[in-house]
């Protein structure tokens, strides 16, 4: 058949045909021909033109690994385990493998086949030259990181679907990569700063929390062994199941919001000047962040293996050393309730006075009143730290009788740094505001003849708008109840 000159191969396996220079007769033959098979002649000249491309390929899980000779490399890596493929070559290359696999071996070349995403542009076309879409990956490499490009391909490789690349995910996942580069420089300035010794990883390979003389561990450091434990078993259950995008976003969660945004906050509260051997809160800090870059490690493996090194340098790569695992004994339920309790607590607290045009950066007061003993206890327990993180200057937290509550056990009041009564009134005109809005938006969407006419996106849009208005009416129905 024709063949389009990009595919004229310069290597591959030769067509075996022979043609002889003085009697023009064609010979095919298995073996290499020295002479003309009709003439004698020996000026033979063999068809400079290679095989399909596909027929070589199909070779691929035996002639690697010295087929025909029956190598040790044979013997031990034939079958293999896995094949990872694209879709879109199914019947051209791994039918074929499967096929020359049983002709030539006796036996299928591999069980399991991945079959992972297409890459195509933000828009979700092929790739092409011709259309000028084409995304060079070593132009993006240099421009992200080789780290950033790897994690936007691994977090969007949702099975059944493509990959749509665009440079504002690397954008973003570079942004990533910073926030962990700046989390381990602020780890390393404050060890440095408190004047304590280097840390050393425990030789046995425990990574387990140490507790302080007195036999006590932070709620922050039972929290995030917790999570940690959690976050190792389920991204070795997604990595089992080749969910690479659940990994992927289970670890970038975990990382950013947990670790980064919690945990580092509340240990930045903890650090004090020492001499000699690291205190426990630093030593858990360490270990941590220790597990944290390995369960990273195989998505971005460059920066995780330079921040391992400086952690405490050693003398393999962090590629060797074990995957965090799930471990049952260091789940803490509780740590993990009173967590979510005192971070719901500081991020109503700021949301607030964010909304009601509070300056974050100006300390101001709040009451916290408890509907629940446990409640009014933890709080109490954590006032300092209520304070510190919500930028209050004083939290008086108080009890509060309630015969029953059907939403948080709990409410903060945070006297507002403006007019309150205007406020009020400001609140209360948004208020009327969106319920009007609502009561339309009800009309059309109850109206049989309206969702009968109106097109799918129109009907769409008043859906989506009518769960934001509601949203937003709900919110500012809040903000009058604290209020008061």
């Not at 910073?178 to 046995?204: C, Q, T, V």
């Not at 969407?445 to 708008?465: D, H, P």
Request: glycine residues 4%; charged residues 25%; negative net charge.
């Amino acid at each position: 058949h024709d063949w389009c000159i990009s595919r004229q191969l310069w290597w591959g396996h030769r067509v075996p045909a022979w043609y002889c220079q003085r009697c023009d007769e064609i010979s095919v033959s298995r073996e290499d021909l020295s002479q003309c098979p009709k003439c004698g002649a020996q000026n033979l000249r063999q068809d400079a033109d290679v095989l399909d491309t596909w027929f070589s390929s199909a070779l691929w899980p035996f002639s690697t690994l010295g087929w025909p000779k029956r190598t040790r490399d044979l013997q031990v890596f034939y079958p293999t385990s896995l094949m990872i493929t694209g879709f879109d070559i199914l019947f051209f290359w791994v039918a074929r493998m499967m096929m020359m696999g049983l002709e030539f071996m006796g036996d299928v070349p591999f069980r399991l086949v991945y079959i992972h995403q297409l890459v195509r542009d933000a828009e979700k076309q092929k790739m092409s030259k011709t259309r000028g879409n084409v995304i060079d990956p070593l132009v993006v490499t240099e421009q992200y990181g080789t780290d950033a490009v790897r994690f936007t391909l691994a977090i969007m490789a949702s099975p059944g679907t493509d990959i749509a690349l665009s440079t504002d995910r690397m954008e973003g996942y570079r942004a990533f990569a910073n926030k962990i580069w700046n989390a381990a420089r602020f780890i390393s300035m404050s060890l440095e700063k408190s004047g304590a010794e280097p840390w050393k990883p425990p030789k046995d390979g425990d990574y387990h929390p140490i507790t302080d003389p007195d036999g006590q561990l932070s709620l922050e450091d039972r929290w995030i062994f917790s999570r940690l434990s959690r976050i190792a078993g389920e991204m070795t259950a997604a990595w089992e199941a080749f969910r690479y995008h659940e990994a992927a976003h289970l670890i970038y969660h975990f990382f950013w919001h947990e670790f980064c945004d919690w945990y580092l906050e509340l240990k930045k509260l903890t650090f004090a000047p020492v001499s000699g051997p690291l205190p426990p809160a630093s030593e858990n800090l360490c270990r941590a962040f220790d597990i944290a870059l390995r369960l990273l490690h195989p998505m971005m493996p460059f920066i995780t293996e330079e921040l391992w090194q400086r952690l405490s340098p050693r003398q393999t790569s962090v590629a060797l050393s074990p995957f965090p695992a799930h471990d049952p004994s260091l789940i803490k339920e509780d740590a993990e309730e009173e967590m979510k309790l005192l971070q719901d607590i500081i991020v109503n607290i700021r949301n607030m006075r964010a909304e009601l045009g509070d300056e974050a950066r100006q300390k101001t007061t709040a009451i916290f009143f408890a509907y629940h003993p446990g409640v009014r206890d933890l709080a109490e327990k954590h006032r300092r730290t209520i304070e510190r993180l919500a930028n209050l200057s004083d939290l008086t937290v108080q009890f509060e009788t309630v015969d029953s509550f059907a939403g948080a056990p709990w409410r903060v009041v945070v006297p507002a740094m403006i007019d309150v009564q205007m406020q009020r009134g400001l609140l209360q005109r948004q208020e009327k505001k969106l319920s009007d809005e609502m009561a339309v938006l009800r009309a059309q969407l109850e109206n049989q003849q309206f969702l009968s006419k109106a097109s799918l996106r129109i009907v769409a849009e008043r859906r989506k708008r009518m769960e934001e208005v509601v949203a937003e009416y709900e919110q500012v129905v809040e903000w009058l109840h604290q209020l008061g």
